[in-house]
Every structure is written in C-alpha cells, then in structure tokens.
C-alpha cells in the first residue's frame, strides 16, 4: 500500500513562482525517475482563505522503504541541494506522513495504479479537513465517518471524497484524520459559506450533530491545484 506525504509549505512571497517550479522541474521529476513516488496535487491556498502564499503538496511514496530512501537522499543524498534549496524559499515547512484509511476512494496499491496526470483537465477546487476528535474517540469517529459521512458525498453532493487518511504510525498527531475533498459545487460553497445552513435544513441531516459526540474541532482549508498540477 502506498503512502501519501503531505506537506504544508509557508512560501516567500517574492519567489512563490520560482518555489513551484523547482517543485515541477526539479524535485517531482526526480521522483519519479527514482521510482520513489509521485507528485498528485500541487495546491495553492486562495488569497483571502486563510495565510497568503501557503502550498499544500500530497506526494504518493511507494512505501515505507520508499520513504526512508527519500528522507536519507534528501538530507544527505543527491537531493539535498534540491531540498536545500527550496528551504531558502519558503519560512518553514511541516509534514504528515499519511496511511489512506479502508474507505478511502484513494487507496493504490503501487504507484502504477495511481490515477494518470490529468493534461488539459478542468482546474479543481478542494476542502481540506483536518479533524481532531475527542479523547478515546478516534476509532468510534472513524468508523462513524465510514458509515455515515463518506456516503453522502457524490457528484450530486456539495463534496466529493478523494482522499480520507490518518498519520502512519510516528508519522503525526495520533488521533486526527485528513479529509481530501474535491467541492463539485463552487457557488454552493460560497452561499453556504456566506449564509450558513437554515435551521432544520434537511440537507444537513443529523451527521454534523451525531459527530459532535466523537468530535468538535477540525480545520477546513480551501485549496486550489496549480495549472501544472499533475492530478486537478
């Protein structure tokens, strides 16, 4: 199974274009080559969503032995300059080393399954959540995400599940999960975003209510893949 490295990079203002193509020219590239992994999703968060000049990256590592090679090469090996690099472009850099969770609509077996770079598709956009439950109620939240989430979300549906993952064992916080979803629907984001939801609206159900005993804290991102961005 593979593994997804999630990183969250706070950028140089000034040298934001010359931070993504190193990423495109240098650093995706060499992955592959290596066989280590795959870039999917470069991603920029919108000015006026959150911190200016923040990129997510979700790169696809083909294990942990993938993993540990990467790291070795990347502080000692033939990609630190690279990485060295790209430290000189951004303030700080913090990574999740994630396992995609058995519902998860992403879950690859080896690199050859990931999905095909999408050339000329139609530029996404994203909701990231990064949801912190309760002490104890992690896997209670899970399994109620799987059941009772997960399958409300659809091409007819606001959201669309791309990805849903929890940190691999010492790679992160322990009792959080990572939602990747793709909005189908921007201009009902933006209503839902300005008005919020009526009282009683059905649409809701009694999911957000029936969570709050498993969870009530979570981070919402929304993030937006750059025109290079191998998956869109």
Known sequence: MLLLLRERHTVRGSRAEEFAATWREGLAPALERAGLGRLLWFLDQPHGSGPAYTVVTYTALAGGAAWEDLAMRASRGDLRDTVDGLDQMRYEVS???????????????????????????????????????RPGMFQAYLEGAGARYAPRLGPNALLTLVSAATPAWGGGPADRAVLFQRVNDPARLVDLIAHGSPPGDSSRDDWMSTALTWRDRWRSRLLRPATWSPLQ
Do not use: F
């Open 95 to 133: 990574s999740t080393l994630l396992a995609p969770l058995p519902w998860s609509p992403l879950r690859p077996a080896g690199l050859d399954d990931l999905p095909p770079p999408a050339a000329g598709a139609a530029p996404g956009l994203y909701m990231e959540d990064t949801v912190t439950t």
